[in-house]
Structure formats: C-alpha cells, structure tokens
C-alpha cells in the first residue's frame, strides 16, 4: 500500500553543505522529519556538486518518513558562472554587464532539459537566452535557434 504523502518542500541548497540551520531546518522541522538524517543523505548524494546551488523538491510521508530529487542549478546561476559574473544587471534593458556565446547556452539548455518545460534543445535555449537578457547579459556568436 502507498503510503500518503503530507507534504511537498521545495529549498535550494548549496551541494554538500546541507546543515540544520536556516532554511533547511525549520522546513523540515515543521513538518517532523529528521533533519540530521536529510542532511547525511542529501551531503552524501551531492558530493560531486559541491559549492553549487541545488533545487531540492522533498515528499513527506505520514509516517515521518521522506524521499528527495535534486533538480539541475537554476539557470541564472549557471549563466553567471558562464559569464564570470557575481550578480546580474540592475537596469537589464540598460546596462549589460556580460557576454555569452549561443554554445554556452546550448550546453546551459542541454544539461536543464530534464528540468525544463520545453520538447526541444532549441526551445530550451531560446528559453535559457531569455533568461540571460533578463540578466542583463548579451548573447553573442554561434549558431542560435531558429524560432518555429
């Protein structure tokens, strides 16, 4: 018999470095599950993604008990680690603070499409370019993706 599922918690949470301090503790405390045990699991899982943001969506379960799936980082954050930037833009449409080619962004879309609510790379990278122009960032050479 499935067991019911009480709740839904979405945090994003640097790889590897999951603690019981704020945010992930009083999440996970208000709905009763052991945080030292998602944080061991959760450390464990993310090793190899150290230091980056991770979207992390939490089922909990009635009996306390809990599953996880750790998404891809978001993609302003992996723009601004193509770009070498800290932040993005303040005035967007005004001041552009970085360059990044249409390969960085394929590569960006590529490793998002599991995550993404698009049926093509192309869209996703038109997508993920939306994003980038949001950020204040200019979107120079390659191939880019012809709008259907």
Do not use: H
């Not at 999951?18 to 699991?41: D, H, R």
């Amino acid at each position: 018999m499935a067991k019911e599922v009480i709740g839904l918690i979405k945090l994003q949470v640097r790889g590897g470095a999951a603690n019981p301090s704020p945010p992930v503790g009083p999440a996970l405390g208000a709905k009763g599950v052991n945080i030292m045990e998602f944080c061991k699991q959760f450390n464990a899982r993310t090793q190899e993604k150290a230091g980056k943001l991770l979207p992390v969506v939490i089922t909990v379960y009635s009996d306390k008990s809990f599953d996880f799936v750790v998404k891809t980082p978001p993609a302003a954050v992996q723009l601004m680690e193509a770009a070498k930037l800290k932040k993005g833009s303040s005035e967007s449409n005004r001041v552009k603070v970085g360059k990044v080619s249409w390969d960085q962004i394929r590569t960006i879309a590529e490793d998002k499409m599991q995550d993404m609510n698009c049926f093509t790379v192309d869209s996703a990278m038109l997508m993920i370019a939306g994003t980038a122009r949001s950020m204040g960032l200019t979107v120079k050479g390659g191939d880019a993706p012809v709008k259907n």
